[in-house]
């Protein structure tokens, strides 16, 4: 079952997708062979009795609920299982009809560690550890994990990265700011100077105008 597109937010991409490692598979596939051997070995003790058609019925039935139980259910349960890693966060979803998630932002993961055993070196598989805000989530049998984890670093690092580069720009914008405003108020300030210089040259002139308009009187 492919990870549904849904799930992903507008300028959200998936980087990373894989399910849970195989090996889980391992323990539904030894039911269904012990499941089996046992229904064969039952069938074979009652093939001599009068009853035995009876008896064969019943132990098919059970055989098959037993199988969906124990083998079918699981490997489905696996199937739909996912690990995503987008650049934006981390999801994990689990279930079949009732659905599990979990949904941690790359920009909140302070640590990713990685933990693995001497089979799960052999298998290509290992535990997932996140430090993310005080708490450490943990993912077991994560396959790959060594990927996983380069993928998460990759991812922060890139985050991180835009924000010192969105940082920068908001500091050469508001020092433009700053600038535009500096020379703004020395331009007003300029323009004020000027005024203050042109007004008194106004004044004198509109004076020695009144001067020449008012006419001599002669004495009678």
Same mark, same amino acid.
């Given at each position: 079952?492919?990870?549904? #597109?849904?799930?992903? #937010?507008?300028?959200?991409?998936?980087?990373?997708?894989?399910?849970?490692?195989?090996?889980?598979?391992?323990?539904?596939v030894?039911?269904?062979?012990?499941?089996?051997?046992?229904?064969?070995?039952?069938?074979?003790?009652?093939r001599?009795?009068?009853?035995?058609?009876?008896?064969?019925?019943?132990?098919?039935?059970?055989?098959?609920l037993?199988?969906?139980?124990?083998?079918?259910?699981?490997?489905?349960?696996?199937?739909?299982?996912?690990?995503?890693?987008?650049?934006?966060?981390?999801?994990?979803?689990?279930?079949?009809?009732?659905?599990?998630?979990? #949904?941690?932002?790359?920009?909140?993961?302070?640590?990713?560690?990685?933990?693995?055993?001497?089979?799960?070196?052999?298998?290509?598989?290992?535990?997932?550890?996140?430090?993310?805000?005080?708490?450490?989530?943990?993912?077991?049998?994560?396959?790959?994990?060594?990927?996983?984890?380069?993928?998460?670093?990759?991812?922060?690092?890139?985050?991180?990265?835009?924000?010192?580069?969105?940082?920068q720009?908001?500091?050469?914008?508001?020092?433009?700011?700053?600038?535009?405003?500096?020379?703004?108020?020395?331009?007003?300030?300029?323009r004020? #100077?000027?005024?203050?210089?042109?007004?008194?040259?106004?004044?004198?002139?509109?004076?020695?105008?009144?001067?020449?308009?008012?006419?001599e009187?002669?004495?009678?």
């Amino acid at each position: 079952m492919a990870f549904p #597109d849904d799930a992903l #937010d507008d300028g959200e991409h998936v980087t990373l997708h894989g399910r849970p490692h195989w090996r889980l598979c391992l323990r539904p596939v030894a039911g269904l062979l012990l499941v089996s051997a046992l229904t064969g070995f039952a069938a074979a003790v009652v093939r001599l009795q009068p009853w035995a058609p009876y008896a064969w019925t019943l132990l098919g039935v059970l055989a098959v609920l037993a199988a969906a139980r124990w083998t079918v259910l699981p490997i489905v349960r696996w199937r739909c299982s996912h690990l995503v890693v987008t650049n934006l966060r981390m999801l994990v979803r689990e279930g079949i009809v009732a659905r599990d998630g979990l #949904d941690v932002p790359i920009d909140r993961i302070d640590a990713v560690r990685v933990r693995a055993g001497m089979a799960d070196r052999v298998l290509g598989c290992g535990t997932l550890l996140l430090d993310v805000a005080g708490e450490r989530l943990r993912f077991a049998d994560v396959p790959r994990v060594e990927r996983v984890q380069a993928r998460l670093h990759r991812e922060i690092g890139r985050i991180g990265e835009s924000r010192r580069s969105a940082g920068q720009e908001t500091q050469r914008t508001s020092a433009r700011g700053h600038a535009d405003a500096v020379i703004r108020e020395r331009m007003g300030r300029e323009r004020m #100077d000027r005024r203050d210089q042109q007004s008194p040259q106004r004044r004198g002139t509109a004076g020695a105008s009144e001067e020449r308009a008012v006419p001599e009187r002669t004495a009678s």
